[in-house]
């Protein structure tokens, strides 16, 4: 009943001359399925039940962190944001590279994909040959670029600098058929995490390039990022209005305007606007500076996974308002450490029980390091002890593909469930029956 299908261990560090080229060196084991759970079903085939949280905790009473991923709630987010966004939903793969959720996301109707390694668009042309890749990573190795323009027939690049751009034109043979997409720079604006502090192009350098790249560009496309869990739907507008003047700066045509991602999901205490608000304030701002010719990207990550997952944990001690559980900031948690995010979370005791009032607690991770500490506040059950399990939500984005084997921390199972996710994030929610 307790024994789950093993997909791999471990890779164990290997020297570099033994490491074989363009092959991918894992650090962390890959999730394992959890066999004996029920598989989620599609709600026409009636009975048995399809498989929730509770049910997966009670029959397999993991004593490693178990992965319940909710494919009807990723496709539904997808299925969602598509319908609301006037243009190609390109869906940033970093966020959440596990084939299950890449499989929900393409049930849902995402068939373009932002990939930022020579990995992520092997791994996407391996699952889905149909599928848009976008290399939307502005600084290439000249091996990955070769490796996607020649044998994964990728054609979209992004840059934010000369030297870049001759790159490219160099390792795709100066092929004339590049979609060829300039990456702005952004001042900080109203996200939690600020994503211009590395890549993007000044305004005046952005406009150089527009123009140094037309004359190589089958399509020529202007992108930002205004930062991830932007809860400020005019930080769009206002980052619109900067591309909008770059564009006549420019002074030549271009086609494509991405508007990155950066869309913002629900955390406790965090209520985003809902995604109508983001889509208003960017079809306005795309009207208002005469841009409504271009095609419109967009590059969702956090947004369509960040409810699709969730991390049960268990108990192995409790020392005051502290619990000790058995994934950390090592593991699928990173975001609760020093980040400081906020999760949803909620007790599960197959035995019943968990009705008194809930308090708050700390967490402290598995691994033997004290900075493996989790603030939160997260709100239990005052009688919370060891031996008890406790979903964590909204782990979908940024979670699972952070985990690292650190102290030997690596195990963790995965199980599809039909439940809801922990929150709900608004705009998101209606279509969460599609799949
Ligand atoms: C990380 C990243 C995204 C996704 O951002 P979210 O905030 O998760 O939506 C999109 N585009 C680029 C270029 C990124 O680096």
């Known amino acids: 009943m307790t024994e789950y299908r093993f997909r791999g261990a471990v890779a164990p560090l290997r020297r570099a001359e033994n490491v074989a080229p363009l092959r991918r060196a894992e650090n962390a084991a890959p999730l394992r399925r959890a066999e004996n759970a029920a598989p989620l079903l599609r709600a026409a085939d009636a009975a048995p039940a399809p498989a929730t949280v509770d049910g997966a905790v009670a029959a397999l009473r993991p004593e490693m962190p178990l992965h319940c991923l909710r494919p009807a709630t990723v496709a539904g987010a997808a299925a969602a944001f598509r319908a609301a966004f006037p243009g190609d939903v390109l869906y940033a793969v970093k966020c959440n590279p596990e084939p299950a959720v890449l499989r929900a996301l393409w049930r849902g109707g995402v068939r373009h994909f932002d990939c930022a390694s ?11 040959p149909e599928a848009e890749i976008h290399f939307m990573h502005p600084v290439k190795a000249r091996g990955a670029i070769r490796e996607a323009f020649g044998r994964h027939g990728v054609r979209d690049f ?17 092929a004339a058929d590049l979609g060829l997409v300039v990456r702005l720079a952004l001042p900080k604006g109203g996200a939690v995490y600020d994503l211009s502090g590395k890549f993007g192009a000044t305004e005046e350098a952005a406009a150089a390039l527009l123009r140094a790249a037309r004359p190589h560009a089958g399509q020529l496309g202007l992108s930002f990022h205004v930062g991830s869990q932007c809860l400020d739907p005019a930080a769009y507008a206002r980052a619109i209005a900067r591309a909008a003047a770059v564009i006549r700066a420019a002074g030549v045509v271009v086609d494509i305007l991405d508007v990155g991602g950066g ?5 406790p205490e965090v209520t985003p606007p809902p995604l109508r608000d983001f889509m208003a304030a960017i079809a306005d701002a795309v009207a208002e500076h005469g841009l409504g010719h271009m095609t419109l990207w967009a590059e969702p990550g956090r947004a369509l996974v960040a409810g699709g997952t969730s991390v049960v944990v268990q108990v192995q001690h409790r020392r005051g308002d502290a619990l000790f559980v058995n994934d950390g900031v090592y593991g699928a948690l990173s975001d609760a450490g020093a980040p400081g995010f906020r999760f949803p979370v909620r007790l599960v005791r197959p035995g019943g029980g968990g009705a008194a009032p ?15 500490r989790m603030e939160g506040p997260f709100l239990l059950p005052a009688d919370v002890g060891e031996g008890d399990w406790i979903e964590v939500g909204q782990l979908g984005a940024y979670g699972a593909c952070l985990r690292t084997a650190f102290n030997g921390f690596d195990q963790a199972a995965l199980v599809e ?19």
């Open 118 to 128: 020579a990995g992520e668009v092997r791994l996407v042309r391996t699952m889905f």
């Open 158 to 174: 992004v840059l934010d600098s000369a030297e870049e751009l001759a790159k490219l034109r160099e390792e795709t043979g100066g």
């Open 263 to 267: 869309f913002p999901v629900s955390y």
């Open 358 to 372: 809930v308090v708050p607690f700390t967490f402290f991770g598995p691994s033997c390091d004290s900075a493996d």
């Open 417 to 435: 469930v039909a439940d809801p996710p922990l929150l709900a994030t608004p705009g998101y929610a209606a279509l969460a029956a599609v799949a």
